[in-house]
């Protein structure tokens, strides 16, 4: 019987894997697809706040942000700048993030098995019966860090996310530049946005753009794609669409007797923009700390771990509800409202608030200083009372 099976091989069951292996536990991880990093699903943007929880090579460093643009579905728009003194923010090569994690892993003394598919899991008051294309494993505890795939948070009853979208994103040689654009609108992106975001890859100028959506995210995708303005910016036909499911909200509950969820998993993404590198680091980095403590103790009962939800809601829970909040209510705005939403972030008011407030990771601030912002704050009264956009 080994201690601690993971199953999933991205950031989040890397780094636990990583974490529990260096305090000396036995792990081993599975990871359905051949190879660890492939198919990458994510743009990549982080901040630099996440090299406290790993390492980021400068070789992975893309791109180096600055400058962005926000363009509205009625035709306003608003730019930043970031100064030297704002928190730098990173375009990484998500292959070889996740491969350098993989390493870390196995140095660790991890074991990783690419190509093996958890088809069943059983949890008994005894160990976790884990059952995979190559056999079958008996672990003491497991990490669910399964991405997307909610088959066993059901089945072990710890509900599934309350709110997804859909994402479809693609990768094209471009004329080199340097902002990050958002598109807003209904028909560009209902209850989302369209992205761009530059990058130097093997000494080539591309450009990745991706669409959040409720709906057809590859429909909305095509059609931006289509614009004669963007193809004028493509330097090559694009890559071929990658789309997956996104979670916006956690699932009900993160543990359970022996089973901890961690990442995407358990829903852990931002509700405003998506992103969900960070948390899925931080909520492996806050699970193997308590299965590493479980073991310590001989307890690996729920009712100890669930100091693991205690522990991420503590970090993440008020964050989480206050962006649900603002995603909730710019879902009922109408292309009016959201432009006039844009229109004041380009003023010299909005762009002072938000250097004082933004982090990148932890929008809490910064969202509760808008809803203090008299246009902002009277525009979402109007949009609480009046008549909701589209519904969703």
Not at 29 to 50: D, K, R
Not at 306 to 326: F, H, K
Request: proline share 5%; aromatic share 6%.
């Amino acid at each position: 019987m080994i201690d601690v099976a993971v199953v999933g091989g991205g950031p989040a069951g890397l780094l636990a894997a990583s974490r529990l292996a260096d305090a000396g536990l036995d792990v081993v991880l599975f990871e359905e697809h051949a190879e660890i990093g492939e198919p990458t699903h994510c743009t990549g943007i982080v901040s630099l706040e996440a090299t406290e929880l790993v390492k980021i090579p400068d070789d992975l460093v893309l791109a180096r942000l600055r400058r962005a643009r926000l363009a509205g579905p009625c035709g306003a728009e608003a730019r930043h700048e970031w100064t030297n003194a704002e928190e730098p923010i990173l375009v990484i090569d998500r292959l070889g993030f996740d491969r350098g994690l993989a390493a870390q892993a196995l140095a660790a003394g991890a074991v990783v098995r690419t190509g093996t598919t958890v088809r069943d899991m059983e949890v008994d008051e005894t160990a976790v019966t884990v059952r995979t294309t190559d056999g079958t494993v008996r672990a003491r505890a497991c990490v669910l860090a399964c991405g997307v795939s909610y088959r066993f948070q059901r089945r072990l009853g710890l509900g599934l996310p309350g709110l997804t979208v859909h994402t479809a994103q693609t990768e094209v040689d471009a004329v080199p530049a340097d902002v990050v654009e958002l598109y807003f609108g209904r028909a560009v992106a209902p209850n989302g946005f369209v992205w761009t975001v530059p990058l130097v890859r093997a000494g080539r100028a591309r450009m990745k753009v991706g669409v959040m959506a409720s709906g057809d995210a590859g429909g909305h995708l095509r059609t931006f794609l289509e614009r004669p303005e963007v193809r004028a910016r493509f330097d090559g036909p694009p890559r071929p669409t990658i789309r997956r499911l996104l979670p916006l909200t956690p699932i009900a509950t993160t543990y359970a007797s022996r089973v901890l969820v961690v990442g995407d998993a358990g829903g852990f993404t931002k509700p405003t923009t998506g992103g969900g590198i960070f948390y899925s680091l931080l909520t492996a980095s806050l699970a193997a700390e308590t299965l590493v403590e479980g073991f310590g103790a001989g307890r690996l009962d729920a009712a100890f771990l669930v100091r693991y939800e205690r522990r991420w809601r503590e970090r993440l829970g008020l964050e989480l509800r206050v962006g649900d909040w603002l995603r909730r209510l710019v879902s009922r705005c109408t292309d009016a409202e959201i432009d006039r939403l844009v229109q004041v972030f380009a003023t010299d008011d909005l762009r002072g608030l938000v250097r004082r407030t933004a982090r990148f990771n932890w929008h809490r601030d910064l969202i509760l200083a808008l809803g203090r912002h008299p246009a902002i704050a009277g525009l979402f009264v109007r949009t609480l009372l009046g008549s909701p956009g589209t519904p969703r």
